[in-house]
């Protein structure tokens, strides 16, 4: 059996490994660590060495991992979190005698749906609450390198280390003043596409699956404007003629107080999950399950 006290064994060597599984790169590897590129290098030559494998062959533009490098990967990155969580466990939590302070993303539509609650509840308890909102991919960067501590919102794929938890289900409709716009609803598709729409996007842009749907329809929408700052999207349309297309319960939580109208979508749309989502190494912390049970606790009641 090989020692642990072996002087070729090196955790260091096995972050490397990792880092070129997921971006296929020496140099972006290098960026991820914060190391140079020959020092990346040099850890590839000697992990070739240690295992007796290639274990990365260049094809093209990318590094690409050998049939032992795949058959590696799932142990070595368990190692990589159980040494995380080892030197991150907290033995024990009590909610009210000890402070805490959490970073957590989530999607501005999510904010006043879901946290408004846990935040007042947290606060009581001597747990400070920061929220940012990042893009999916950016999110996951994010807690992989430690700056967000779990995060909230619609996530289709994550990274085989991270852990998840659906909290609700969510769909779309449609929402505008019906002041400024002279319909009732519901909506027919050829209403949908003759005003124009104020767009939620969470990277920019002027197209969404959305509009996927509406081509397959055979027609199309205007898109005169776009934000990723989905809850001023309501606000806006209290002064300008456009529709846009929401989360319900943003729309639900807007309208009345707004006075705007929903309508259902005039054609089919399916619902989605929004999730709570975390890096594995935290799943055995106490504080951190404490606030994750209270988030799922809140969303059960929506």
């Given at each position: 059996m090989t020692s642990i006290h072996n002087p070729q064994l090196d955790l260091n060597l096995i972050k490397v490994f990792d880092a070129l599984l997921e971006t296929r790169s020496v140099s972006r590897a290098a960026e991820r660590l914060g190391v140079s590129q020959s020092a990346?290098?040099?850890?590839?030559s000697r992990?070739?060495?240690?295992?007796?494998?290639?274990?990365?062959?260049?094809?093209?533009?990318?590094?690409?991992?050998?049939?032992?490098?795949?058959?590696?990967?799932?142990?070595?990155?368990?190692?990589?979190?159980?040494?995380?969580?080892?030197?991150?466990?907290?033995e024990t939590f009590e909610p009210g005698n000890e402070e805490r302070s959490f970073t957590i993303s989530?999607?501005?539509?999510?904010?006043?749906?879901?946290?408004?609650?846990?935040?007042?509840?947290?606060?009581?308890q001597q747990i400070a609450i920061a929220i940012i909102s990042l893009d999916p991919e950016a999110t996951l960067d994010a807690m992989d390198?430690?700056?967000?501590?779990?995060a909230i919102g619609y996530f289709p794929t994550i990274r085989r280390w991270h852990d998840r938890q659906a909290l609700y289900s969510e769909n779309l409709v449609c929402l505008f003043n019906s002041r400024l716009v002279p319909l009732e609803p519901p909506i027919s598709l050829e209403d949908y596409t003759r005003?124009?729409?104020?767009?939620?996007?969470?990277?920019?842009?002027?197209?969404?699956?959305?509009d996927d749907e509406l081509h397959a329809l055979g027609t199309k929408?205007?898109?005169?404007?776009?934000?990723?700052?989905?809850?001023?999207?309501?606000?806006?349309?209290?002064?300008?003629?456009?529709?846009?297309?929401?989360?319900?319960k943003v729309a639900d939580l807007s309208a009345g107080p707004l006075g705007l109208t929903i309508s259902p979508l005039p054609f089919p749309s399916e619902s989605y999950e929004m999730s709570l989502i975390w890096h594995r190494r935290h799943s055995a912390s106490p504080s951190h399950s404490w606030l994750r049970e209270k988030i799922a606790s809140v969303a059960a009641t929506l």
């Open positions: 990346v290098s040099h850890s590839l992990l070739r060495t240690l295992v007796g494998d290639p274990l990365f062959v260049r094809t093209g533009n990318q590094m690409e991992p050998s049939p032992r490098a795949q058959r590696l990967a799932q142990p070595l990155r368990d190692v990589l979190l159980a040494a995380a969580q080892a030197l991150s466990l907290e989530a999607f501005d539509s999510v904010q006043p749906i879901l946290l408004t609650t846990v935040l007042w509840d947290a606060s009581r390198n430690g700056s967000v501590d779990m005003f124009p729409h104020l767009m939620p996007s969470m990277r920019g842009g002027f197209s969404s699956f959305v929408r205007y898109v005169a404007a776009s934000t990723t700052q989905f809850m001023t999207i309501p606000t806006m349309l209290t002064q300008v003629p456009m529709l846009s297309t929401l989360p319900g």
